[in-house]
């Protein structure tokens, strides 16, 4: 069995004396483990690094084994390593990436966003109103996508104001009443109205943390979220 693709590092971890065993985010196969040989070399260590975009050819006896990478650099990601608050966000990307995606299962527009996303990191700037977008793709791919498209209740797109936890959908603040305290806060950027506040950042995050943590997560095995993912939230909050 063998197969060819390109992706990005998610980790890499020593097996052995000199090996290293890497899990890479494909194109066509999804996330896929596989060792490399003389991966512990000098040589090695600098193109595993998580963030780096390969090419990487995988073979193995039979399709279910680990099976074994060999790995070309395509570009490196490294200049984030420099950057605390793009390495706090590419260690959150990769971790969640982890977290969620099914082992070896294609899927194409997380792979996407997310090369668009480690892209993002790279050239700093303000990137975290596109990482927050990130999290809602990947909740969409994972079957728990939020509706924003018009109030639960009403069916009206007018002031859409929050979120229900139990159904993911939007609900009008007129239509909430004295339940709103139990909803969860809509960022109004979001819905394409006025711009991506730290605050609204925030906000957004508490959103989709919820439904991460408490939605998706449970049907994975009720595992916590990963702590990547808390302390970029800590780093934007602190920098909001």
């Not at 197969?3 to 494909?26: C, K, Y």
Request: glycine content about 10%.
């Amino acid at each position: 069995m063998d197969w060819q693709d390109h992706g990005t590092i998610l980790s890499a971890r020593p097996h052995g004396e000199n090996s290293m065993i890497v899990e890479l985010f494909t194109a066509d196969h999804g996330r896929h483990a596989g060792v490399v040989r003389g991966g512990a070399s000098r040589k090695m260590v600098g193109i595993l690094q998580p963030g780096n975009r390969v090419s990487a050819t995988w073979r193995a006896r039979l399709e279910d084994h680990l099976g074994s990478f060999t790995i070309e650099p395509l570009q490196s990601r490294t200049v984030i390593l420099t950057d605390r608050l793009a390495l706090a966000g590419l260690n959150a990307t990769c971790a969640l990436l982890r977290f969620t995606l099914p082992e070896r299962e294609a899927h194409m527009r997380v792979f996407a966003s997310s090369e668009a996303l480690f892209d993002l990191f790279v050239e700093g700037g303000d990137w975290a109103a596109e990482y927050l977008r990130w999290e809602m793709g990947l909740l969409e791919e994972m079957g728990y996508g939020l509706d924003l498209s018009q109030c639960a209740v009403t069916g009206s797109r007018d002031d859409l104001a929050y979120v229900s936890p139990r159904t993911g959908r939007a609900v009008s603040r007129e239509a909430a009443g004295e339940w709103a305290p139990k909803l969860l806060h809509l960022p109004l950027f979001l819905l394409g109205q006025g711009p991506a506040t730290g605050a609204e950042i925030a906000q957004g995050l508490r959103l989709t943390g919820f439904f991460l943590g408490e939605r998706l997560a449970p049907d994975l095995g009720n595992r916590p979220l990963p702590e990547a993912r808390n302390r970029l939230v800590d780093l934007l909050a602190r920098q909001g």
